[in-house]
């Protein structure tokens, strides 16, 4: 097995005598406030002038508070713009069920301002919160409540500035602000269709958080129709500390019906609205929409997942006419990165290679402008000569930001520091705001191109008058390495060492799952510090399925998963046990979701490698999760029988040997509670010994203040006494 290893450069490290004098992590401070992490400023924009570069930072007394920051780029000014305080006490209180279903969704768990959209011409951004759309005069700072009453979701701005468009119980309106004159462009009938917003589906798989998009004029809006009627109910309980709830819930478990999708386009002038006919097949996904140019783009992917048609319509004629269709053996990857440059030119990425390439669409003709490994993630601002983009080409735990010359494809990389860049870019693509981070490096938020020196707008120092500060002495920097999977393929690992006498026993921290990339050059959370200042060792690898790498490295999961993702897995703790400061014997392995998964399996397929496992909100049978996801990978349960049981923790529980302490949230809608309270029935039919701790009202991110630190308490506790 051929191995290598890359150390970040970082102080020498004792470990010995030093240990006890150093102040350690602890659950409860980890997720106390003042907050621990370095504050990285999220959701950057640039105003449409190019002159500021505004931000969300969580407050300094409160870690789950987001408040919006302005830098003026010409003075060089950075200052608090608006609290997140003052939405809030302005706003309304208490979450609906459906904001707090789309919270979890896009996994947002702060408050205060959690989004914020610039007005097209500068003169103001718009402030959802708390049920609530907000306007703020960029000039002045003042902020006025602009909705009526009730709970509004979905708010989004007109690119004239005129109307704000939103949803209300399931129906779409649209407010002209300058008179508030609201009307209702769709409403809802009954409990079970809505107007103008995401399903489901669309929102926990294909990461399509939208369900309504202006025209570039603010002439036409489109906007989906959602039916749930043909989902089959299911009963899902919620149970609180107090309460006991039962939802029928319309959850599209994998080979059922999903809910029905229309798309339709509104024009404001006669208020007339049309049908767009989008599907092949009444059961084909709607996974992509948005304006590009003056054509509504949308992308329809077919049940199957191996076929993703890129359709152009013209509102004004009503015609559509195909762009480009993407074919695979497995499944299409969804992506955001179809942009027109110019007038029936545009630009798109395609997995057709074993790297994605940069593909350019004009006059009908397909020219690959890119070629070779590597992955572009992101185009941030493309003109007819060059495209900026983000993504890798050297090493997938590196993500820089390159220019593309379209003629002839050569990339320029423009950040030169190591580590994990995120970036946007000016309208004209002339000035970028670049986020950095890396393994010792907690971030920086730097400017590229307004200057030849790079003019650096935030760094996040750990001074002595940060909370961290006091815990930096027991800091242990992780290390990336590699490992040679059984195809020859590259596995990489993040490594974390404990200051502590060897041999000391290590944690497998695993995700595992498509689509999610752990091992970066990027600073590390502060979890691995709470398992490595607790004593363990903590490995992280990125096996094959996993994302950011490409359709020969992530295919193989397909058919059957629990397979290869287990096989490289082990792999890695073999290594890990090869170690001469770990104690072999003394192996665990801990995740959530498809990592709680990931355990089971481990536990199971590896019984006298792993000693004991945490298994948190697992996926226990695939029949049990929803159509989209799963089917992609294992595809319908009638047609694969034998890859979904195979893929079933079930088919494998005469292996299982080691402890394992499950973990579950009781009010889950995602992963429900069903996979669990199966596990833990199958389990007692066996008269298997387990510990189990479930969590009243939390659903499946468990991110709750009080519940975290709980369940770290008990993960600690668990691996003391087992490992």
Known sequence: MGVSKTSPATPSRSFGHDLAAMKRLTPSRLFSNPPLNPSLPDRILMSPDGQLVTYLLPAADDRERLDLWRHDLDSGESRLWLDGRELESAGLHGLSSSEKAARERKRQFAHGITDYHWSNDGTMVLLPASGSGFLMDARSGNVQRVTPGGRHTDLTLSPCGHYLSYVREGSLFVLQISSREERCVARSTHALESFGIAEFIAQEEMHRFHGHWWHPESRYLALTRVDETPVAISNRFEIGAETFDVFEQRYPYSGEQNAEVALLIHELASGETHTIDYAQDPQDYLARVDFVGEELAFQVEDRAQQRLDVHLFDPGSRTTRKLICEQAPHWVNLNDHLT???????????????????????????????????????????????????????????????????????????????????AVADKEGECLVVRRTSLDNPGELTVLGRSHTPDIIQTARITAQHPYHAFLDAHITPELGSLAAADGQTLHYRLTRPRAEAPVPIIVYVYGGPGVQRVRNEWPPLTLQLLAQSGFGVFELDNRGSGNRGPRFEAPIYGRLGAVEVEDQIAGARFATGLDWVDGERIGVFGHSYGGYMTLMCLCRAPALFRAGVSVAPVSDWHLYDTHYTERYLGHPDQNEDGYRDSSVFAHLESLRGKLLLMHGMADDNVLFTHTTRLMHALQQRAYPFELMTYPGSKHALQEREVSIHRFEAILDFFRRQL
């Open 340 to 422: 027109a440059i110019g007038q029936d030119d545009y630009l798109w990425v395609s997995d057709r290679g074993d790297g994605n390439q940069l593909l350019r669409i004009r006059d009908g003709g397909v020219e690959t402008v890119t070629s070779g490994v590597g992955r572009i993630n992101e185009i941030l601002h493309a003109d007819a000569d060059n495209a900026l983009v983000t993504g890798w080409v050297e090493e997938p735990t590196e993500q820089h930001v390159y220019r593309i010359a379209l003629a002839g494809g050569t990339r320029q990389r423009l950040t030169g520091e190591p580590g994990w860049h995120e």
